[in-house]
Nanobody, 126 residues
């Protein structure tokens, strides 16, 4: 089992930045691929970014983003701290959503991850 706890959400104005953190605990939590998803009210959960475990994620090869956040969001991980980050810059009102951290054995831009956190709310005002 892997437990995931997100933090760092909040209410900001358009153009501002936020950094989300996801702390993972449990057995071999550092050997999972990690991802961020978001879900706005009335919408399906959508992929935001993912990072592979191991050196591929650390050196940037195993990273992917949704087109809507490319160039604005950056995902990174610190395996020593078993923490994944999502740096969000130039936030837009359409980025408002509950953001979820996920962990799994697959590295895919969809919801096929095994473990999920409870989410952290991000609200961007115009």
């Amino acid at each position: 089992q892997v437990q995931l706890v997100e933090s760092g959400g909040g209410l900001v104005q358009a153009g501002a930045s936020l950094r989300l953190s996801c702390s993972a605990s449990g057995r071999t939590s550092s050997s999972y691929h990690m991802a961020w998803f978001r879900q706005a009210p009335g919408k399906e959960r959508e992929f935001v970014a993912a990072i592979a475990w191991g050196e591929f994620g650390t050196i940037g090869i195993g990273i992917m983003y949704a087109d809507s956040v490319k160039g604005r969001f950056t995902i990174s991980r610190d395996d020593a701290k078993t923490t994944v980050y999502l740096q969000m810059n130039s936030l837009k009102p359409e980025d408002s959503a509950m953001y979820y951290c996920a962990a799994g054995r697959v590295f895919v831009p969809n919801t096929r991850y095994d473990y999920w956190g409870q989410g952290t709310q991000v609200t961007v005002s115009s």
